[in-house]
């Protein structure tokens, strides 16, 4: 119910009103004619309870907050009400704040969005939200916000979205100076509303409708896609808004899809708002999930910052300062197996869904690799940790951890193996490794092993390509006792079983 309208308006508007507004490369700032740009606010009738700016302390606790915009990636059609359920929205909130989400801004408080929203949001300690109310005439919005202020949660109100800068106006100007007023005198909480940035030219009476500016900035809806072009729109857009106004500016959404026309990338998406929070500009990230509902135009289903399945995006990974990765195919995670623990071959065998590590009968010792391509990775990364978890599925023989051995790992640069089929090959592959980098807790949880790494082996992580890890027994016996070893699932197990290496990390 509550989606952000199509954004061909905007384009449109810029064509039919030439005539008043000129537009310019899609670096460059919107600008106006002179006659146009002389209009200021103040020629413009508008009530005097529209606006009371917002001071010095709310700009503080506003600008100290992360901020996504929160729609529903699966809201619940029955009733006709297209809302979220209860849960749909703890596992939502619980997704961002995975992410260091910490403010969220909504768009309508209808119905389960104006009640049990926030106290969901309450409970997993989000510092504060924008309650969106869609329209300014509808009572029960504006009710639930009233009812609602008592939360210290509740910083603000956005009253409106785009409702007077599209085809039609879904309100008027005096409707919604009114609603702000309203909550404003019942509330003692400031309101704004939102239209798009280019509006705030054609209509210079929007500088002063509102306690702050809370613009929508999109560079793809004004031809520029590619995100160092982007940024610097963002920043000619910000500059000359401040020029024109000392009301506090918060861009409401900014962003840029992952798909639906060439161009668009997870890639492209994440430099952009990585350059864009090193600016100065106030921003709230456009938005939390993507959304399948909206299919009016082909990149509207892709301007999450997860996937509608909650999975995280490129630009995700980097808000949490975590990835998680799976092994490649089995070809380039193969068994070792030996003869002896120094032997002239060794047998090379990539096939299957488990592992063996540890010893088996006449001697034989096993070893295994995993190979994970690291190279999702951003470039500049400065990793932490380094984390992987492998799952038991049985022990064979003896229990070789019970045996005062240990399963350690190493971060090899082996060749990749490119074929599933057993072969022979010099003992260990003549890999060359950085040995031992880790040792495995010797009590597994619910089967899995986990290993942290020690801090000299971050340096080994390839950011660039693959990275090979072998999984060893330490101070194996060479005698000709009976097995002890640990089978584990492998990269070609279905999952929850497949091998996880977790990399953290920080961006400079």
């Not at 054609?202 to 409708?209: A, G, H, K, Y």
């Not at 022990?395 to 399963?407: C, E, F």
Request: hydrophobic share 35%.
């Amino acid at each position: 119910m509550y989606r952000t309208p199509i954004r061909l308006w905007p384009i449109i508007g810029l064509f039919l009103s030439a005539a008043s507004l000129v537009c310019i490369p899609t670096s460059s700032v919107i600008t106006l004619p002179d006659h146009a740009a002389q209009g200021s606010a103040s020629s413009t009738m508008l009530p005097a309870n529209c606006s009371q700016p917002v001071d010095a302390a709310w700009i503080e606790k506003v600008s100290h907050i992360r901020w996504v915009d929160y729609s529903s990636p699966n809201p619940n059609p029955d009733g006709g009400y297209y809302q979220p359920t209860a849960e749909s929205i703890n596992q939502d909130l619980l997704t961002l704040k995975k992410a260091s989400f910490t403010g969220l801004i909504t768009y309508g408080s209808a119905g389960i969005m104006g009640k049990q929203f926030l106290a969901i949001a309450q409970s997993l300690g989000y510092q504060g939200v924008i309650m969106g109310i869609w329209n300014p005439n509808a009572q029960d919005e504006l009710n639930n916000a009233i009812n609602a202020a008592g939360m210290p949660l509740v910083l603000g109100y956005s009253i409106g979205n785009e409702g007077l800068s599209g085809p039609r106006d879904r309100y008027t100007v005096t409707e919604l100076c009114s609603a702000m007023s309203g909550l404003r005198t019942s509330t003692g909480k400031p309101a704004a509303t939102s239209e798009d940035i280019e509006a705030y030219y054609r209509q210079p009476e929007l500088l002063s409708i509102g306690d702050w500016l809370f613009p929508i900035s999109h560079p793809y809806w004004h031809f520029t896609k590619y995100a160092l072009d982007a940024i610097q729109w963002e920043q000619d857009q910000y500059a000359a808004l401040r020029r024109r106004t000392d009301r506090y500016i918060f861009f409401k959404e900014v962003g840029l899809p992952t798909a639906g026309a060439y161009g668009l990338s997870e890639a492209n998406q994440e430099l952009y708002y990585r350059g864009l929070a090193q600016t100065e500009v106030p921003f709230a990230y456009f938005e939390g999930f993507d959304q399948p509902s909206k299919t009016q135009a082909s990149v509207e289903p892709h301007w999450g910052i997860f996937h509608s399945d909650l999975e995280p995006k490129l630009i995700a990974w980097d808000l949490m300062g975590y990835r998680l990765f799976t092994p490649e195919n089995t070809s380039s995670n193969p068994m070792q197996e030996c003869s002896k623990a120094n032997g002239a071959s060794c047998s090379i065998d990539a096939t299957g869904t488990t592992f063996l590590v540890g010893k088996g009968l006449q001697g034989r010792q096993y070893s295994t690799s995993l190979s994970f391509n690291t190279s999702g990775l951003p470039d500049g990364a400065v990793i932490t940790s380094v984390k992987l978890k492998v799952r038991s599925a049985g022990v064979a023989g003896r229990d070789p951890l019970n045996n005062h051995q240990n399963l350690t790992v190493d971060i090899c640069q082996p060749p990749f193996y490119k074929t599933g089929r057993p072969h022979t090959v010099k003992a260990r592959a003549e890999a060359n490794c950085n040995e031992d980098v880790g040792i495995f807790d010797k009590n597994p949880n619910s089967g899995w092993y986990t290993v942290d790494f020690l801090p000299a082996a971050r340096q080994s992580i390839n950011l660039s390509g693959s990275t090979q890890f072998r999984l060893k027994m330490s101070e194996l016996p060479n005698q000709d006792l009976s097995r002890a070893y640990i089978k584990f699932y492998s990269g070609e197990a279905a999952d929850p079983n497949s091998p996880i290496l977790m990399v953290k990390y920080g961006l400079p």
